[in-house]
């Protein structure tokens, strides 16, 4: 007999239930009994630490799947310009850095923690852009001597943009994460805090609708859009 492939037979609760509940905790600035509160308030009982299980559990797999589309998608866009920017992070009170790229919509490209911020870091970080996105016309970044020393190793010096100013895009995409991290009481590993940025990363990029830019009969349409196609892979 051929071995099922469904990922929630071991689980009691239904698809939809577990990703509504792992959507909330990424997407939103929840702790895990926020968002078992507000399971109870609609009837749903579980426990926060469900929520956890959950989010480690399904987070990267749902994420994969809005990355692998995404992807596919932009692939047929040129990449004109990518701004990359780092965050500290501290963990257990030693300093990390999270390295992050964003398109020219604001869209996040790729998230890399790190220890150091140094030559190897940036090249790690931009090969990995590089691996699943190709190359872009201009990279604009502040002005940290690692990229600089990064780019020239892989030859693209020429495309590289410095500015404080010009790298806004950038910075100003941190702060959904920033406010992520808050919620969350920081983090206590570096592999969690790279697994969580990769996976907010990907849910960011999939229920953004940059709603200050749009009508609100625009961003009605657009939501309902987004929340369809997620429903939609719950079966």
Known sequence: MAKSTNPFRYFDSSPEVIRTVVMMYVKYPLSLRNVEDLLAERGIDIC?????LW????????AAEIRRKWVQHMGAFTHWRWHLDEVYVKINGEMHYLWRAVDQEGEVLESFASKTR????????????????????????????????AMKE???????????????????SHLPFRRRERARLRFRQMKTLQKFSSVHAA??????????????????AHRSAALAEWEMRAT
């Not at 926060?48 to 956890?52: K, Q």
């Not at 989010?55 to 749902?62: A, I, T």
């Open 48 to 52: 926060h630490e469900t929520v956890r």
């Open 55 to 62: 989010w480690n559990r399904f987070g990267p797999m749902f």
């Open 118 to 149: 140094d030559k190897a870091a940036a090249l790690t970080f931009m090969k990995k852009i590089m691996k699943r996105h190709g190359r872009a016309k201009a990279i604009t970044t502040d002005g940290l001597r690692s990229y600089k020393a």
């Open 203 to 220: 849910f960011h990029n999939h229920f953004n609708q940059d709603r200050h830019l749009i009508s609100r009969e625009t961003y009605k």
């Open 154 to 172: 892989l030859g693209n010096t020429a495309s590289q943009e410095v500015g404080r100013l010009a790298n806004n895009r950038v910075e100003n």
